[in-house]
């Protein structure tokens, strides 16, 4: 199979190849928020946890935002990514149009003046974190195949069909893996 041979750089998404069998990042789609010699950290995209963010705290009003699954490290806290990069102090960006992080209070003003919708910031309990040269060394294993991050990705109506639109868009050599069972030993 011709894997596109991309290298993880802040910007790219990382999508998870069958084999990696893993309750966080089995069939996941990561967008890389940084890369680089002291480590990786990014969230996964197409996982949501089926909780509402005014149901975990009130600091953001009657604001219905969905939760997402971000990853494995520090899921006790709450990050974000929104596409308001220029409206939002301390934003940075990943790509075109998605940003992470910020001022806080710049988002509940937005929310509460009724200019930051739904779909133009997502919530995440948790990060996706790889220590120094651990995502090389994954990357080396196939766990991962590293593609162009797009706004879309991240603000995708339905996250949960990300993982195999992305796969299908590979050709129709990846088409198998859209069907390939969880856990390969099962079948």
Do not use: C
Request: charged fraction near 20%; glycine fraction near 10%; hydrophobic fraction near 40%.
């Amino acid at each position: 199979m011709n894997l596109p041979v991309e290298k993880p750089v802040s910007g790219k998404i990382l999508v998870s190849q069958p084999p990696l069998n893993d309750k966080f990042f089995g069939k996941s789609v990561v967008m890389l928020a940084e890369h680089g010699p002291d480590g990786s950290f990014g969230f996964i995209v197409n996982k949501p946890a089926r909780i509402k963010l005014n149901t975990l705290t009130s600091e953001f009003g009657d604001f219905d935002a969905e939760i997402y699954l971000g990853g494995p490290v520090h899921v006790e806290n709450i990050f974000y990514v929104h596409s308001k990069g220029e409206k939002i102090a301390g934003s940075l960006k990943i790509i075109e149009g998605v940003y992470w992080g910020g001022d806080i209070e710049d988002i509940r003003n937005l929310i509460a003046l009724g200019t930051l919708a739904s779909n133009e910031i997502r919530f995440y309990a948790g990060y996706s974190g790889w220590q120094p040269k651990q995502l090389d060394q994954e990357m080396g294993e196939n766990s991962w195949i590293v593609l162009n991050g797009q706004k879309s990705y991240v603000f995708e109506t339905r996250p949960t069909h990300l993982w195999k639109k992305i796969m299908l868009s590979q050709g129709e050599e990846f088409a198998p893996w859209v069907n390939f069972p969880p856990d390969p030993n099962m079948n």
